[in-house]
């Protein structure tokens, strides 16, 4: 609440005490995770709901929102006045609400959900003139030579070289580029070799995608899919549909009619893809479709490019917007259409702040907006799946691969006949089958979810393990950095000579197999394969992972090695073989969706092989070839597999057939988290139908030095937990250190 200082009371004009004030008052809500929307008065005119507005609070201002519903009744001789009302289109009733029901289901501070639509508060500002740097005519006659004075250090070369083959750009823009400090592009500018001035304000003029443009020729099945998907287009009204087609069968090309239906009857489309990052031949179809590229959102932009995509989304010139989940939360004020591609990747959660499913809160926006949503998958969710049994989505099939490519031969490797060599992973089968291929002058590649080169690295002489040490995680060796690295906080440590418990010499080993070491071995087996890692580590931006993807289209490597980020989206024509090293990896630990994820992900990087005229093949090394999950990928028939998971989860009463949420106690010491954890208990709620589990030592007991503990709560479908939760937290004092976080639907059980 903000201070009733002397300060506000003084701005408080004569005309507005008292009664008169009433008319005046607005509610702001700030982008920050206050309870509530806070009390003002409008000096002047009362802005609408919607519009944005600066406000001080305590010794700052700052911008916010006016709100819709009641206010809290401050008196009126307490009310601050607003500072001014930001000429800016203001957020329209369809997202205030969206925002108001995202805060109550995930029971995050409405605020905090807000902060995730304002988040680049300078797009509020009119723009700008920018200041932009050029090379001198100084530095372009040093860059060419002319003069040997000053001479040049490599990084100052790099910049003046950017310059002059470029346009002009801002100095952070341009150190950004160069890779360099802004000190270096300062000192050239003091050195009179780069010239800094006012470049007029612009308004980037997105470019407009042409809808008109033929897309490429669909085949039966594809256009009566995309018939369907453009009828709901243009019903208009809310309505899901599930585009359902196996890998390769032209799922992209099907949902660009419906892109291209919402672009003809003039509104706007957001398409939201699990990895933007790998989005760079997804962008190229979408190029060749439409003409232009769409906007893009992510976090890979810099803050320019971010502030004016907002800009261009609120003011409606942005027609496409392509992004991560955080999309979402953009002010389109003519959305028309959302598309959900890969609807069942795990990506879609949002694990941190405000804890949320993208994919489910994109259908709540379609439906508070009143329009279509597509989700898009070769393995949709079972959520999904189930909503459709259920009649609520309905089901668009592309039951074919496009045009003569086939769906590869899946063949499981059984680990417990197939006898590995030690210290290596690849199966004799595997091995043979990546001869043929290279043989066949065709590409291969090999999937393991494990980066850096050993998950484990231990002492030969005293057992010592390497742990992380603010995590319940082993430290994991990379062998290319030279590091021991924690996976989950980031910890990372030089590989010591010898032993730090023993002193042994010597002693490491490595154990297990990790990307890093299955190149090795490939490197052994076949010297002469032009084998690489595709890997999120070593892929330093977009444009790495877009150039590597390039590179093997290009058959410039025979092998590629790579984790789930190769799984997804990827079509290499020449990829025949995959193998898969370890299937098992995904199923360990209790986490109620491993088969299903395992599934999907399996399905996912098989669908790479054989997507052209070349005959594909997947080869699976596991030790439980019975398992229903790779008896599922083996057949090639997911119903089996699928009704089984749905059968089980409906017995346990758990998701889709029941509710879930998780408490996540933590706190700076092991003590006071139990402490919490038990008063936490006491006060759980004891209610028919509601089930608490726990507390339980999180899997991950320690996180970023924080000890946690976990309670589940389980309950049937009619119930909400919401505020059975808002209630129990309410009966706990918490001090000190301790967070609890809650997860509505978690995904994470660690
Ligand atoms: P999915 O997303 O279902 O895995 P894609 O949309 O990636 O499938 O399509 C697989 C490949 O087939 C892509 O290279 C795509 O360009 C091509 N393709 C799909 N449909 C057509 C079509 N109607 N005409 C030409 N090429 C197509
Ligand atoms: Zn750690």
Redesign the pocket.
């Known amino acids: 609440m903000p201070d009733d200082d002397a300060s506000s009371r003084e701005a408080l004009p004569t005309g507005f005490r008292g009664e008169g004030i009433a008319a005046h008052r607005v509610r702001v809500l700030l982008p920050l995770p206050l309870p509530e929307a806070l009390d003002y008065f409008a000096p002047g005119s009362l802005p609408e709901p919607g519009a944005f507005v600066r406000v001080p609070l305590g010794q700052r201002s700052v911008a916010g929102v006016v709100w819709d519903g009641a206010d809290n009744g401050l008196p009126a001789k307490r009310l601050k006045p607003i500072i001014e009302i930001l000429a800016t289109p203001g957020l329209q009733s369809e997202l205030r609400q969206f925002i108001e029901r995202v805060a109550a289901y995930t029971m995050a501070p409405p605020g905090a959900v807000l902060r995730m639509a304002m988040s680049v508060p300078e797009a509020l500002q009119p723009p700008r003139p920018r200041r932009v740097c050029a090379a001198s005519p100084a530095g372009r006659a040093v860059l060419a030579g002319a003069t040997t004075e000053p001479r040049l250090t490599p990084t100052r070369r790099r910049v003046l070289e950017i310059l002059s083959s470029g346009p002009q750009l801002p100095a952070a823009e341009l150190a950004r580029l160069a890779a360099c400090s802004p000190g270096v592009v300062r000192d050239l500018i003091t050195a009179g070799l780069v010239d800094e001035r006012f470049a007029p304000a612009v308004t980037a003029e997105a470019a407009t995608p042409d809808w008109r443009l033929a897309?490429?020729?669909?085949?039966t099945d594809?256009s009566m899919a995309a018939k369907r998907l453009v009828d709901g287009v243009a019903a208009g009204g809310f309505g899901v549909s599930v585009l359902d087609?196996?890998?390769?069968?032209?799922?992209?090309?099907?949902y660009f009619a419906a892109v291209a239906a919402a672009l003809a009857a003039d509104r706007q489309v957001l398409v939201l893809l699990p990895e933007i990052a790998l989005g760079a031949?997804w962008l190229e179809?979408f190029r060749r479709r439409f003409g232009v590229l769409p906007a893009q959102w992510h976090s890979d932009l810099s803050a320019a490019e971010r502030r004016d995509t907002w800009r261009a989304v609120a003011a409606g010139r942005a027609r496409v917007v392509v992004g991560a989940r955080s999309a979402l939360f953009l002010p389109f004020p003519e959305l028309g259409l959302i598309i959900v591609?890969e609807e069942h990747d795990p990506s879609y959660k949002q694990e941190d702040g405000v804890i949320y499913h993208a994919r489910d809160m994109a259908v709540l926006r379609a439906s508070l907006a009143g329009i279509p949503i597509i989700l898009?998958s070769?393995t949709p969710s079972l959520e999904t799946l189930v909503n459709v049994a259920r009649g609520r989505y309905q089901r668009v099939s592309?039951p074919r691969?496009?045009?003569a490519?086939e769906l590869p031969v899946v063949r499981l490797v059984d680990l417990r006949r197939e006898r590995l060599e030690r210290g290596r992973f690849l199966s004799p089968l595997l091995v043979s089958e990546l001869a043929a291929t290279l043989e066949a002058g065709e590409q291969a590649l090999l999937f393991l979810n494990r980066r850096g080169y050993a998950p484990l690295t231990l002492c030969r002489a005293c057992g010592h393990r390497f742990q992380c040490p603010s995590c319940t995680a082993w430290l994991v060796e990379h062998r290319f950095t030279g590091r021991l690295l924690c996976h989950y906080c980031g910890h990372a440590e030089a590989v010591p000579a010898c032993c730090p418990e023993c002193l042994a010499g010597g002693a490491l080993v490595p154990c297990g197999p990790g990307v890093e070491r299955l190149l090795e071995e490939v490197t052994q087996r076949f010297p002469q394969a032009r084998a690489t890692l595709m890997v999120s580590d070593q892929l330093s931006s977009p444009r790495a992972a877009a150039e590597l993807a390039q590179a093997m289209t290009e058959q410039r490597y025979d092998l590629l090695i790579g984790t789930q980020i190769v799984a997804k989206?990827h079509?290499f024509?020449m990829l025949t073989l995959v193998g898969v090293v370890d299937a098992d990896l995904g199923l360990a630990g209790g986490d109620l969706r491993a088969a299903e994820r395992t599934y999907q992900l399996l399905q996912q990087v098989g669908?790479r092989a054989g997507?052209?005229e070349h005959k594909g093949r997947v080869l699976i090394q596991t030790w439980m070839p019975d398992q229903p999950v790779m008896q599922a990928l083996a057949a090639g028939d997911r119903d089996p597999f699928l009704e089984a998971e749905a059968a089980a989860r409906r017995q346990a009463g758990l998701p889709p057939f029941g509710r879930l949420a998780a408490l996540i106690v933590s706190a700076d010491d092991a003590e006071t988290s139990d402490l919490t954890a038990r008063a936490l208990s006491r006060a759980a709620p004891q209610l028919p139908g509601v089930t608490v589990l726990g507390p339980a030592p999180a899997p991950l007991a320690v996180l970023r030095g924080r000890h946690r503990r976990r309670f589940l709560v389980k309950a049937g479908r009619e119930v909400r937990l919401q505020p059975i939760l808002q209630d129990w937290l309410s009966r706990v004092r918490t001090a000190g250190s301790v967070r609890i976080q809650i997860d509505i639907d978690p995904y994470s059980f660690l």
């Open positions: 897309g490429s020729a669909l085949s594809q087609g196996v890998t390769g069968s032209g799922k992209t090309e099907t031949q179809r591609d898009v070769a592309l691969r496009h045009a490519a989206g079509h024509p669908g997507r052209a």
